[in-house]
């Protein structure tokens, strides 16, 4: 329940198809297999995930795990909506975890930064227990949108973002989760895109949901960094690709992911990840660009349930991917 002082946003939840670890470790395992040379899928204790290399503020992503899909890219273009704006604080009151450990990719507070920006969220809240939150979340930004090739990533200290997020909130525990490994890319298909697709083409129309963690290990991959808010309203996928900044970044990165098989007419972005890094690199993940030499390692759970929370009234399929 969100308390009086707060801000309440509409809601809406449904339940997700939850198979059992195992299928889905065969199912994942025959659609990578199509689209890397080396693919395993294991079901393991989750690893420390405070450690390097991951640098998460949890130990793990098990405990009520739940994908919470916020606003959307309608309130970003064609005209930005700039009252729209979230406090992970609020928004895990709102889906029942207010100790929530909240993970995955959103836009940055234009409010907190000043301009508009990536955020990679990675932030375990106090809750109603006391203590501190643990924040451990990024924005990449432009420094200058004069200059398109330059940019910046750097420790984000607010739990305010917004116009959309795509995050994933769980207790933040160690449990099982799946370990997915793979190798060299010989499909066209990004890894996130290939597993959902995967899912899609066994489960049909019921929703399974992922998210988690992965490691881009070796390699390059192409990453986009919103510039400010544009002056021209952006209405086509073309209008909006010249107005994003795209660039090549180094492995290794860590990505925060969500991803649903089948939107349960929540409209849902089906699929979104952003990185970090402690090298300078982060921003919204598209896919490598070094197939041969590309190595994954993700440690992901399904999630019980999706939250959508502040869904707009008009919406679009512009910049969804
Ligand atoms: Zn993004």
Redesign the pocket.
Known sequence: MAKPDEKSFPLQFKDTHVPDFHEVKKVLLDGLKKNFMVASVDVITCPDLTQSPWDLASPGICGSPRIVDIGGVPYLMPVPNKSKLYNLAEVARLVDLPGAFIIG???GSSRVVGKNC?MIVNAKLAGDGGGSDNIKSWIAKLPDDNDRTKYVVESYQSLEGGPLMNLFASEGKQGMVLEVKVKSRTGPENFITCMRKQLASHYGDKPVAMGGVFLIAKGKANL?IMPDFSDKPLNTAEEINKWLTFHDMSAPLVCLCEFVSHDPDLDLRIE???CFSNHGDG??YHYDTTPEEVEYHAILVLAEKIYRVDRPQETHQLGRD
């Open positions: 990719p959103g836009a990536e986009h979104h990840t952003h921003g919204h």
